[in-house]
């Protein structure tokens, strides 16, 4: 081999060389760029789930809260109800009692 083939041989070798680290090259920026794009997504995804899983969450003790309300509310309602009855058997045996007395005190006299 003469001494030009040898040098044309080394420089396409050369090129060969340079041409697969360019393409090296290029493939890892595309690698990482997908690999960000994958990631954005990722969080994305990740952000909409923790937003639902909040509002689910929130929903849940909404309800209990008003589950407790009401019974609170009924429970009232049912003690204000007895406290009336008791009060209303209260009032007819006092006024008996008031009755009773007045009559006792008009018949001393």
């Known amino acids: 081999m003469a001494k030009n083939e040898i040098l044309s041989e080394i420089k396409k070798a050369e090129e060969s060389a340079k041409l697969m680290v360019d393409e090296a090259i290029e493939a890892k920026n595309k690698r990482i760029s997908d690999a960000r794009a994958e990631a954005r997504e990722i969080l994305k995804q990740a952000?909409?789930?923790a937003h639902k899983a909040a509002q689910d969450s929130f929903k849940v003790g909404e309800e209990?809260?008003?589950?407790e309300r009401d019974k609170i509310v009924?429970?009232?309602e049912k003690n204000a109800i007895a406290m009336s009855q008791k009060a209303q058997a209260n009032i007819d045996k006092s006024v008996n009692y008031l009755v009773q007395e007045f009559e006792r005190a008009v018949l001393n006299e």
Request: hydrophobic residues 30%; charged residues 50%.
């Open 47 to 49: 952000e909409i789930d």
């Open 64 to 67: 209990k809260i008003l589950e």
């Open 74 to 76: 009924n429970d009232g």
